[in-house]
């Protein structure tokens, strides 16, 4: 064992390029050689991921060199991945993040949320998870990620200035962390706004076959999923993988209670960066209003980016060596996650690559071999596959990709396209096992309060979670909400 672990990095370097140089070289899984070659990238990337070989930023570099070198793509095509939209809503996220942290406007918001639902390590999670999850039914599952971050850690903080003896803080942390990631892609579920690839299913499917699925249709379905899995999302992690112990007691709210009397009346800078967080957040969730008003074209990226830049330019009222000190200054994106956006910019060029090479299709081909099998069997076959393959690739993309295949193979089958479509869209937002299966995952993983062993564990159990219950409402009760299409 100690000799496994004294050279742990060489096992776990030359584990991957095995891996991948057996899957180049074999081709086991009968694929085209550009198809081949991208498959072989992939593996060596996930099996560094996973064994944390090379730092995770440092591996999300590796197609920028080898998806030209094996002329899978070229460094134009590759490189922007790294400069996708959802990358700078990541950047102006984390920016508004650093504005509410300098100021301590996170102690004060969080000091209210723990007074509210009481200082019990189970009754905060439950609040965040019945908080985080409501709010990502109406705003998308990423901003809500984003305004929920700054508040949990400040959460921690609080928490761990007044740790019991014999409490687990480790796993109030890490499981907090967690529900703020699953809660939105969950709560993102049951509405058709709630995540992007409701909203390219539905797209998709209205344009092939001139069916409208009905807004409250689908909350009808999604709504009860999603509070089952919120649910199991609560006991998993706080009852079963991580439990924390911390129990309610007088000395922590009266704690509480002299640390609000002590922070005082709201100081300006406070006011300024509340001020710019409201604004950006009532962007998020008004822009489909405003947008129907042909004036201008919002996106959530774009008011990221909108409220970082207002934080740059507007003056906090103190000055400094007599020069005004701006809310937030170029200084103080030192402390910025800036791997997270190389890691999620990695993912993307991963699953580029993939998507060219025509994996999506063989996954489709794949799947019409379950089609002899009953039809319950082929819907699980669809989940399962769905889920899994978000963990490596954006959840949109594969959306966009799939739900062609998907409606072809139902209409060559004569079923419903929904049957398919819908447990394939929601599945793809359910990925819970790796940073960059979804833009909350890699938000969260962000904080340093996950370990990647960690969140493969609680993401595996979630996964295998979803995969029931989202098969199971797919094939019991979507037919009895939804209309379905005429094949």
């Not at 899978?72 to 996220?93: D, H, Q, R």
């Not at 006991?235 to 993988?241: D, P, R, S, T």
């Not at 400094?320 to 993912?347: C, N, Q, R, Y």
Request: charged share 10%; hydrophobic share 55%; glycine share 8%.
């Amino acid at each position: 064992m100690d000799l496994i672990k004294k050279n742990q990095y060489w096992i776990s370097f030359g584990l991957g390029l095995v891996l991948s140089l057996g899957s180049f070289l074999l081709n086991p899984f009968g694929l085209s050689p550009e198809a081949n070659k991208a498959v072989a990238v992939a593996i060596l990337m996930v099996s560094w991921w996973l064994t944390e070989a090379l730092p995770l930023p440092a591996v999300a570099l590796i197609p920028l060199v080898l998806n030209p070198l094996l002329k899978i793509g070229t460094m134009e095509e590759t490189a922007k991945a790294y400069s996708n939209p959802v990358v700078f809503l990541f950047m102006g996220g984390f920016m508004i993040g650093l504005a509410i942290e300098k100021w301590h406007l996170h102690k004060r918001i969080a000091m209210h949320i723990v007074k509210r639902t009481g200082t019990s390590g189970n009754r905060i999670i439950l609040g965040f998870i019945l908080a985080t999850g409501f709010i990502s039914m109406w705003l998308s599952n990423t901003a809500t990620t984003m305004m929920m971050f700054p508040i949990a850690l400040s959460v921690i903080a609080v928490m761990k200035e007044h740790e019991q003896a014999g409490t687990n803080m480790r796993n109030f942390s890490l499981a907090l962390m967690l529900v703020i990631a699953y809660a939105s892609n969950i709560g993102g579920m049951g509405t058709i706004i709630g995540t992007p690839p409701n909203v390219a299913f539905v797209g998709i499917i209205e344009k092939k076959y001139n069916y409208t699925i009905q807004f409250i249709d689908w909350m009808i379905f999604c709504i009860p999923l999603v509070i089952i899995l919120l649910a199991a999302l609560y006991f998993v992690l706080v009852k079963w993988l991580f439990p924390n112990g911390i129990k309610s007691s007088h000395e922590a709210n009266t704690f509480i209670n002299s640390e609000i009397h002590g922070l005082g009346k709201l100081s300006i800078p406070e006011k300024r960066v509340l001020f710019i967080f409201l604004i950006t957040a009532l962007l998020w969730i008004t822009k489909d209003f405003i947008n129907q008003l042909n004036l201008i074209k919002l996106d959530d990226n774009m008011i990221a980016l909108v409220g970082a830049l207002a934080l740059f330019a507007t003056p906090s009222g103190i000055r400094k060596s007599g020069k005004k000190v701006m809310v937030l200054e170029w200084d103080d994106t030192k402390k910025m996650a800036w791997g997270i956006l190389l890691l999620f910019g990695g993912g993307l060029a991963m699953a580029g690559s993939l998507e060219k090479a025509g994996v999506m299709n063989q996954v489709g081909i794949w799947l019409s071999g379950f089609s002899g099998n009953s039809g319950f069997i082929l819907v699980l076959m669809v989940v399962i596959v769905s889920i899994f393959l978000s963990e490596l690739m954006s959840n949109v993309a594969q959306v966009i990709v799939l739900a062609p295949v998907l409606a072809s193979l139902s209409d060559a089958l004569h079923l419903d396209p929904l049957l398919l479509g819908i447990p394939m869209t929601l599945a793809a937002s359910a990925a819970a096992m790796m940073p960059m299966g979804t833009p909350p995952n890699a938000i969260v993983f962000s904080s340093g309060l996950i370990r990647l062993k960690d969140m493969i564990k609680a993401g595996f159990v979630m996964n295998i979670i979803s995969i029931v219950i989202i098969t199971l409402f797919s094939w019991f009760v979507l037919p009895l909400v939804m209309h379905f299409v005429s094949n």
